[in-house]
């Protein structure tokens, strides 16, 4: 599908005015959060889901959500997961998953949480 020549336009002009959050260590876990990208429309969150015992023992993937993540903010803004995607790699039990989530932080969120399965995780700007 193409894109048109405005959507070209604002996909650029929001790239050039984005933020990383990266997320700090997390050791032990099944998930880790990368971190965040904060667009002036929406929010990227980056994690990776290391699959658990049973999908290592057998062929088949449990089936992870893009909803299995909620992200929250000192000033509780209410988010809400727009779509999401993973990459899959069967050979190390590895999902490298991508989620647009809305809307974008407000001014003066400065604190972040991502809560999933195994937990949650604080990133700071």
Request: negative net charge; glycine residues 8%; aromatic residues 6%.
């Amino acid at each position: 599908m193409e894109r048109t020549d405005e959507e070209l336009t604002r996909t650029k002009a929001s790239a050039r005015k984005a933020r990383v959050v990266s997320a700090p260590r997390q050791d032990g876990c099944r998930v880790v959060v990368l971190g965040l990208v904060l667009f002036q429309d929406h929010v990227a969150l980056h994690a990776v889901v290391e699959g658990d015992s049973e999908e290592i023992e057998t062929p088949v993937w449990q089936q992870d959500e893009v909803g299995m993540f909620v992200l929250g903010d000192n000033l509780g803004t209410p988010y809400k997961v727009r779509h999401g995607g993973c990459f899959v790699d069967p050979g190390r039990h590895i999902r490298d998953w991508s989620v647009t989530i809305d809307p974008a932080a407000p001014e003066g969120a400065t604190e972040f949480t991502v809560t999933h399965p195994d937990g949650s995780v604080q990133l700071a700007l």
